[in-house]
T-cell receptor, first 112, second 116 residues
Framework: DAKTTQPPSMDCAEGRAANLPCNHS???????VYWYRQIHSQGPQYIIH???NNETNEMASLIITEDRKSSTLILPHATLRDTAVYYC?????????????FGQGTTLQVKP | ETGVTQSPTHLIKTRGQQVTLRCSSQ?????VSWYQQALGQGPQFIFQ???????GRGNFPPRFSGLQFPNYSSELNVNALELDDSALYLC???????????????FGSGTRVTVV
């Protein structure tokens, strides 16, 4: 059932951009890509999502390749508080009743 | 606007016992999904409830069951607990009738279940 593949861990210097890659080569045409993060085993926190086009909000940018087989989450200016596990997720099903298929996540360590 | 509230925050059960976990959905949300997160793993979809009926199920046995109430809150019940059921159980609410496909899913902080 796994839909996404992520590197297990990454480091980033504080103030620099963090670029987190994700492969989802088996994604179907109507399945969205979501990114959530989780800190200290709290509930996952929404970051951003998209279907085909690149997306940007106040937290991050999402770059999706034209063939939709991979994407990159960009945190433009990482801070120590961005240290967390980042999950790349495929939503299977329609609208907000679909189920989220989580990958194993990338542990991002932001260093001073 | 309140978020998703889960109770209790943690509990310890003996193998073979039964457990009931509760979730209050975010205001305006009418769909509730439950996820199991084992230590060091990503969350796994258990099932979803919409209009008080199960609306999709993951690869979990029938001893995992649930309910949704008219106020959209939900319960997750696990019977005959096994050691492997030890995990963080997460509830996520969403709106099936949202006119804009926004963030969609709001997660609670979870209930940590330890089976001994």
């Amino acid at each position: 059932d796994a839909k996404t593949t992520q590197p297990p861990s990454m480091d980033c210097a504080e103030g620099r951009a963090a670029n987190l890659p994700c492969n989802h080569s088996t994604i179907s045409g109507n399945e969205y890509v979501y990114w959530y993060r989780q800190i200290h085993s709290q509930g996952p926190q929404y970051i951003i999502h998209g279907l085909k086009n690149n997306e940007t909000n106040e937290m991050a940018s999402l770059i999706i390749t034209e063939d939709r087989k991979s994407s990159t989450l960009i945190l433009p200016h990482a801070t120590l508080r961005d240290t967390a596990v980042y999950y790349c997720i495929v939503r299977v099903g329609t609208s907000n009743t679909g189920k989220l298929i989580f990958g194993q996540g990338t542990t991002l360590q932001v260093k001073p | 606007e309140t978020g998703v509230t889960q109770s209790p925050t943690h509990l310890i059960k003996t193998r073979g016992q039964q457990v009931t976990l509760r979730c209050s959905s975010q205001s305006g949300h009418n769909t509730v999904s439950w996820y199991q997160q084992a230590l060091g793993q990503g969350p796994q979809f258990i099932f979803q409830y919409y209009r008080e009926e199960e609306n999709g199920r993951g690869n979990f046995p029938p001893r995992f069951s649930g309910l949704q109430f008219p106020n959209y809150s939900s319960e997750l019940n696990v019977n005959a607990l096994e050691l492997d059921d030890s995990a963080l159980y997460l509830c996520a609410s969403s709106s099936a009738t949202a006119t804009k496909d926004q963030d969609g899913y709001t997660f609670g902080s979870g209930t940590r279940v330890t089976v001994v």
